[in-house]
């Protein structure tokens, strides 16, 4: 059973970074992929980025070269580095493992709030 379990949100000011990683309590090596998700209070949850087993990246529009996504093999986790953070980027942000094919699975973490604000 895969759990995940998301830190380092919090609160910044405009234009501000912050990272938040997502440990997973097995390996990732051979997770197809592994996204960030957000949900703004009284909105769906929306896709963020993902990053495959092979190391190919997806950005959503509006965080494109402000947000990069890694994943550290060797310590189960994924990254998701936020620059230039903007108001409109307050969500609670959601860890996400996919597997496909027999046996797959999609798994969420509990998230963590990241508040954008002065």
């Known amino acids: 059973q895969v759990q995940l379990v998301e830190s380092g949100g919090g609160l910044v000011q405009p234009g501000g970074s912050l990272r938040l990683s997502c440990a997973a309590s097995v390996s990732i090596n051979n997770i197809n992929a592994m996204g960030w998700y957000r949900q703004a209070p009284g909105k769906q949850r929306d896709f963020v980025a993902s990053?495959?087993?092979?190391?190919?990246?997806n950005y959503v529009n509006s965080v494109k070269g402000r947000f990069t996504v890694s994943k550290d093999n060797a310590k189960n986790t994924v990254y998701l580095q936020m620059n230039t953070l903007k108001p409109e980027d307050t969500a609670v942000y959601y860890c996400?493992?996919?597997?496909?094919?027999?046996?797959?699975?999609?798994?969420w973490g509990q998230g963590t709030q990241v508040t954008v604000s002065s």
């Open positions: 990053i495959t087993n092979f190391g190919v990246t």
């Open positions: 996400n493992a996919v597997q496909y094919g027999i046996g797959g699975f999609s798994r």
